[in-house]
């Protein structure tokens, strides 16, 4: 019986060197895009999806995420908290709840959750910054 190997060498392609000379312009065609959107007033949903969508299709967020995390001591530490799923978690909690809250007509009480939501995402982001590096 053939058994493939999940690991097979000839499936595993070297590191391409020469990404930034696709990524570079695809990063700054976003850019140019959200300027562009926020200039003519364009349907922000729209444009998020679509931004969205051809970031994710085009590895463009993963690049940028990987030039943060070249930078020296402090970008592997932005890059690790990132990708904390409790982050992700706590932001999408909020943002259900904000929904349902505004939907009941707690429109101010929404801007003061979200305001103590952010502000403990940030608290959970410096200390784990401040317990790293002690």
């Known amino acids: 019986m053939d058994q493939k190997h999940i690991f097979d060498i000839k499936a595993i392609e070297p590191p391409k060197h020469d990404a930034w000379k696709r990524m570079l312009p695809l990063s700054l065609l976003l850019v140019a895009v959200i300027c ?16 969205l969508l051809f970031g994710v299709v085009s590895n463009v967020f993963v690049w940028i995420i990987g030039l943060i995390g070249l930078v020296p001591v402090v970008g592997p530490l932005i890059v690790k ?21 505004i939907k009941r007509g707690y ?5 003061t959750y979200r305001g103590l939501t952010i502000a403990l995402i940030i608290g959970i982001i410096i200390g784990y910054v401040i317990g790293h590096f002690l």
Do not use: H, P
């Open 81 to 101: 908290v990132l990708s904390l799923s409790i982050i992700w978690l706590l932001n999408a909690i909020g943002y259900i709840v904000s929904f349902v809250a």
């Open 107 to 111: 429109s101010k009480d929404v801007l």
């Open 36 to 51: 562009v959107a926020w200039y003519f007033g364009w349907d922000a949903k729209a444009v998020t999806a679509g931004i």
